[in-house]
């Protein structure tokens, strides 16, 4: 950047990442991981704000003084909310990533990209394809930020009639039926789940 030039400003909610590093080329990164509140969005004054694994409800005045866009490694909707990565398994559902726009409701604002990703079986497990998806979606952010930032994209809105939800406690009632856990390949996922179901 050139020297004394005034950057503007990001608030990045969410734990660090690559792309803080890849902002921080161009603008000003707030981050913060705790809960945010509209007093907070208007001293930082952000021209963007980011939500990356940030782990908090955020209020309806927030939304209401700013926009924000979410970083979600499911191919909304499908998997909204929780452990979207175990459901997409688990459900057999489309697997993959999703940048939308953050409403009233869990992961149903308006959608600017998405990506489909594909998994072998054989060679993964719930760890491995937790962690391509991360790579997926970061991957995705950087090579549209441009393309965001000039608004060269379509607000697509979300499905009312087909899509899935689920919340923490839904895996917390399974999940000592997957010994294994993280390490539980895709293959065992369907064993497992024939299990429950009898």
């Known amino acids: ?111 600017i990209f998405q990506k489909e990703v594909d998994f072998e079986e054989q060679h993964n497990t719930l760890g491995t394809t937790y962690e391509k998806l991360k790579q997926e979606i970061e991957n995705l952010f950087m090579e549209k930020w441009e393309d965001f930032t000039n608004q060269r994209f379509n607000r697509n809105p979300q499905s009312s009639e087909e899509g899935s939800l689920n919340y923490k406690k839904k895996l917390q009632k399974i999940w000592h039926h997957f010994p294994n856990q993280w390490q539980t390949t895709l293959g065992e996922i369907k064993c497992v789940k024939e299990q429950i179901l009898k």
Not at 15 to 35: A, I
Not at 72 to 85: Q, T
Request: hydrophobic share 35%; with cysteine; aromatic share 12%.
């Open 1 to 111: 950047m050139e020297y004394g030039k005034i950057m503007d400003k990001i608030l990045y909610l969410g734990p660090h990442s690559q792309l803080v590093d890849f902002l921080e080329k161009e603008y000003e990164v707030v981050r913060k991981e705790e809960k945010i509140t509209k007093e907070d969005v208007n001293e930082i004054k952000p021209k963007y704000v980011i939500s990356y694994g940030y782990r908090h409800i955020i209020k309806q005045e927030v939304l209401d003084t700013c926009e924000i866009i979410n970083l979600h490694i499911s191919y909304l909707p499908w998997n909204r909310g929780a452990d979207p990565n175990f459901w997409s398994f688990y459900d057999e559902t489309p697997k993959g990533v999703t940048i939308h726009f953050i409403d009233k409701g869990i992961d149903t604002g308006d959608i």
